[in-house]
Nanobody
């Protein structure tokens, strides 16, 4: 599986961005997908995850009510709509695939494949 994340950029606090992740591979629809982020000097952290069908979604507490994860299995795409951004959301955002599990996991080690990351910078 190969992943290509895009959609990052510079935005003012309170603004919105939509990240996209294009996945290759015929098994995309069978995999849990997740978004993680890594701020400068900090560990990579879970942001959101979505089950294969989209019926089960998990968010980090810090983004609940502001971020929305979705997927389009027909297009092999997963998205992260980010609203009400604040400077604390500044990070490199990564999409990832959990090829082994059915349930959505917030644990980094459960994800097998990673995209290259896209930078999100929120100015105050």
């Amino acid at each position: 599986v190969q992943l290509q994340a895009s959609g990052g950029g510079l935005v003012q606090a309170g603004g919105s961005l939509r990240l996209s992740c294009a996945a290759s591979g015929r098994t995309f629809s069978r995999n849990v997908m997740g978004w993680f982020r890594q701020a400068p000097g900090k560990e990579r952290k879970f942001v959101a995850g979505i089950s294969r069908s989209g019926a089960s979604i998990l968010y980090a507490e810090s983004v609940k009510g502001r971020f929305t994860i979705s997927r389009d299995n027909a297009k092999n795409m997963v998205y992260l709509q980010m609203n009400s951004l604040n400077p604390e959301d500044t990070a490199v955002y990564y999409c990832a695939v959990d090829a082994s599990r059915i349930a959505v996991s917030p644990l980094e080690y459960t994800y097998n494949y990673w995209g290259q990351g896209t930078q999100v910078t929120v100015s105050s």
